[in-house]
């Protein structure tokens, strides 16, 4: 192969390609961007003042994080694929009073309120007899903590229909009756059958772990003033019966409702994320504000005033529906992260209808807090709780091995058949 690679003929339908993408990509979303640059610049992107570094607050406050690991292959027998999930909890003190900044609670106290941290889930299912849907529906039945489907379904579409309905009777008469059966089983609530592949399984039941344990902490005693979760606050909808999806999304709807019921702060935070043009808003940033400037850029949906922007508008999930992102930078030697809240509670605690400079303002006294939470010297610019929840769920590939192990250690302990049970990958070297 490698003789194949290194070759002028390579390297040539390499730049067929680039020049392809310049010439119909690139330049069809810089004719979009040069319509949204001066909205960005002049109304959309700020920069702030951080905290000093020696300041005290007058009221310190917890930080709680979530974030988990996993793989869809812990061991392969035949057809069946076993998955392993590991989720995370992490709650952090500002501490300012003892200068202790960022301290984690202590693991008993933790463990008391939340369970054993790291928690770990397993997940089977055969992938060709029919059971994806009923198995994963039973794994995530048991995972999340909310047991009633009805009220599970019922806070997306209070958010989704505000005004319209806030029983789940009040779906009689809608254009949801005719779905109402089905939205009182977990099982029917995937509405992806057909797209139920081994990474869409784990995916989802990555998401829902880490959702069932940031309900945990919504429920407990800890009280924190932000919880913040790894990803997006992303709802992916059935486009013809117009809720989720997947469970997932009723779940995640149900985590926004009970947040602002709790007055805890529900943040997501992308390091990873596909914001078209981020750089170049990065860029715009150190040229209005200096290099060293910390800075946040709104992204604002349809329904905001003024509307979206045009490098997003044939996006489906950018912005998210019931949420509001953010661009923003901390520090000039890490690219732009994103942040999204929800919605509901952005136009309750930050927009201010009729009047952008106190929305303005609102923002900047949301990211100085943001800011002063994400101090530490080894991921500078990133929220300490959620580094440690990502340090503490991890799974290495030193771990993943020796699960393995321990599998093939319960199975013969169990005196169970010898059938095929390593990785698909490990015959012939291959």
């Not at 770990?120 to 009923?134: E, F, K, T």
């Not at 929305?359 to 929220?383: C, I, V």
Request: negative net charge; glycine residues 4%.
């Amino acid at each position: 192969m490698l003789d194949k690679i290194l070759t002028e003929k390579f390297r040539r339908t390499l730049k067929i390609v680039f020049t392809d993408i310049k010439n119909q990509q690139d330049r069809r979303d810089e004719q979009e961007f040069a319509k949204d640059e001066v909205r960005i610049k002049e109304r959309l992107l700020d920069s702030f003042t951080p905290y000093s570094p020696d300041i005290i607050l007058e009221n310190d406050y917890r930080i709680a994080a979530i974030d988990g690991s996993g793989t869809d292959s812990l061991m392969t027998l035949d057809d069946i694929r076993v998955h392993l999930l590991s989720t995370s909890s992490i709650v952090v003190d500002t501490n300012t009073q003892s200068e202790n900044l960022f301290s984690p609670i202590d693991r008993e106290t933790l463990e008391t309120e939340l369970g054993e941290q790291p928690h770990l889930d397993i997940h089977w299912h055969s992938g060709v007899r029919g059971d994806a849907r009923s198995k994963l529906a039973g794994t995530l039945a048991n995972i999340y903590p909310l047991k009633d489907i009805a009220s599970l379904t019922l806070p997306f579409f209070k958010d989704f229909k505000p005004g319209e309905i806030s029983s789940f009777s009040d779906l009689t008469d809608t254009e949801y009756e005719k779905f109402i059966p089905r939205l009182r089983e977990m099982e029917s609530l995937i509405s992806r059958e057909q797209h139920l592949t081994n990474p869409t399984v784990h995916d989802e039941i990555r998401k829902v772990s880490e959702y069932a344990a940031a309900r945990n902490i919504l429920t407990s005693d800890i009280c924190p003033k932000y919880l913040l979760i790894d990803g997006a606050l992303s709802v992916f909808m059935h486009f013809v019966r117009r809720y989720p999806s997947m469970p997932s999304g009723f779940m995640l709807r149900d985590l926004c409702a009970l947040a602002r019921q709790k007055d805890v702060i529900l943040c997501a935070v992308s390091k990873n994320h596909t914001i078209p043009f981020a750089h170049r808003i990065a860029g715009m940033a150190r040229e209005v504000f200096g290099d060293n400037a910390k800075w946040f850029c709104h992204l604002p949906s349809k329904e905001d005033p003024e509307g979206g922007l045009h490098i997003y508008e044939d996006r489906t999930y950018i912005p998210p529906m019931l949420a509001v992102p953010y661009l923003y930078s901390f520090s000039r030697d890490n690219r732009p992260s994103r942040i999204d809240f929800d919605r509901i509670w952005w136009l309750q605690n930050i927009f201010v209808p009729t009047d952008p400079k106190a929305t303005r303002a609102n923002e900047k006294a949301l990211f100085s807090e943001l800011e002063f939470m994400s101090r530490d010297a080894r991921w500078y610019g990133y929220p300490v709780s959620l580094a440690l929840a990502h340090v503490s769920c991890k799974l290495s590939h030193e771990d993943l091995r020796l699960a393995k192990d321990v599998c093939m250690d319960v199975r013969n302990e169990m005196g169970l058949d010898k059938r095929k049970a390593q990785d698909l990958r490990a015959d012939y070297d291959l």
